[in-house]
Nanobody
Framework: QVQLVESGGGLVQPGGSLRLSCAASGSIFSIKAMGWYRQAPGKQRELVAGIISGGSTNYADSVKGRFTISRDNAKNMVYLHMNSLKPEDTAVYYC??????????????WGQGTQVTVSS
């Protein structure tokens, strides 16, 4: 019904920057919230940043001041701008969206993940 496709991951040196993108498509009536999660090897998946339809955002303490989440409601896209990257940011990053697919049904959808590796 709804597909999320991430792009923009890759290998970057410490202190570098990357921008992740996520495009939502399918039977979308509206999107309530979008966010980015990450999962490092041997660790649980954690919330990195989230943004609701009104524009309010929240961030994990570990990324505050370095990462910025933004959203293009017209295009059903969400972005994660990552600056001052650290080796501990290395993980698979997943896009997530809370989507109203057929009112009032709300679905929780995930992308396939994109690898971010921070290493010299």
């Amino acid at each position: 019904q709804v597909q999320l496709v991430e792009s923009g991951g890759g290998l970057v040196q410490p202190g570098g920057s990357l921008r992740l993108s996520c495009a939502a498509s399918g039977s979308i009536f509206s999107i309530k919230a979008m966010g980015w999660y990450r999962q490092a090897p041997g660790k649980q998946r954690e919330l990195v940043a989230g943004i609701i339809s009104g524009g309010s955002t929240n961030y994990a303490d570990s990324v505050k001041g370095r990462f910025t989440i933004s959203r293009d409601n017209a295009k059903n896209m969400v972005y994660l701008h990552m600056n001052s990257l650290k080796p501990e940011d290395t993980a698979v990053y997943y896009c997530n969206a809370l989507v109203v697919v057929n009112p009032p049904v709300l679905g929780d959808y995930w992308g396939q993940g994109t690898q971010v590796t921070v290493s010299s």
